[in-house]
């Protein structure tokens, strides 16, 4: 619940999936820190780079030595971050996996006081898909229990580089790849979410 002078709490999302027909899953992740270090998590985001000119950090795009170092450096700092697997996802389901996962999201969110969750924008149509199945979560929530969401482009906002690792970890352990995860298991809350699809 929000209180009157208080600061909301801000918290930064971002995905990774795999559509298969046989162990396809949705990851969302959502990386917390106090907004009193957010200038300073940017900062650490951006010298991640190196001295690439990439418009942002991805995991995708870096290689295992690159991996490892990030997860380090976001262990390092002192953050929390909530993560919904969701599964099954066969092909072309991602954007129910999606919304099965943000609403659990929200949920776990706002009980850690969390009020607003910045994702990375998609699409004007697909980030209006992500307003109202935040909208549609809010309705269980407890009463009067605040909770907004907003896109920002994933290159002006090195916080969501943090997500993205996060995803990028717990990704690579769906893949029989732990060690990454292995790295945060202590900052990292996970649920499962069941995506009926």
Not at 40 to 57: A, F, N, Q, W
Not at 101 to 120: H, K, P, T
Request: net charge negative; proline share 4%; aromatic share 6%.
């Amino acid at each position: 619940m929000s209180s009157v002078g208080r600061i909301p709490i801000c918290a930064f999302g971002d995905e990774s999936f795999k559509e298969s027909d046989v162990d396809g899953f949705y990851v969302l992740a959502a990386a917390v820190f106090d907004r009193a270090v957010h200038d300073d998590v940017r900062t650490v985001m951006s010298e991640l780079r190196g001295r690439r000119r990439i418009p942002k950090l991805h995991w995708n795009e870096m290689d295992p030595a690159e991996q490892e170092s990030a997860v380090k450096t976001l262990a390092d700092l002192d953050g929390f971050h909530l993560v919904a697997v969701g599964s099954p996802v066969p092909r072309r389901r991602q954007e129910r996996a999606r919304a099965c996962c943000l609403r659990r999201l929200v949920l776990e969110l706002a009980a850690f006081d969390v009020e607003m969750l910045v994702l990375e924008s998609r699409t004007a149509t697909l980030d209006v898909r992500d307003v109202e199945t935040v909208k549609g979560a809010r309705f269980d929530l407890p009463r009067g229990t605040s909770f907004r969401v907003a896109h920002e482009r994933g290159r002006d906002e090195p916080l969501l580089w943090a997500a993205d690792i996060v995803a990028g970890a717990i990704r690579a352990k769906k893949d029989g790849r732990p060690g990454y995860r292995r790295l945060i298991e202590d900052l990292v809350y996970e649920v499962a979410v069941e995506t009926n699809c």
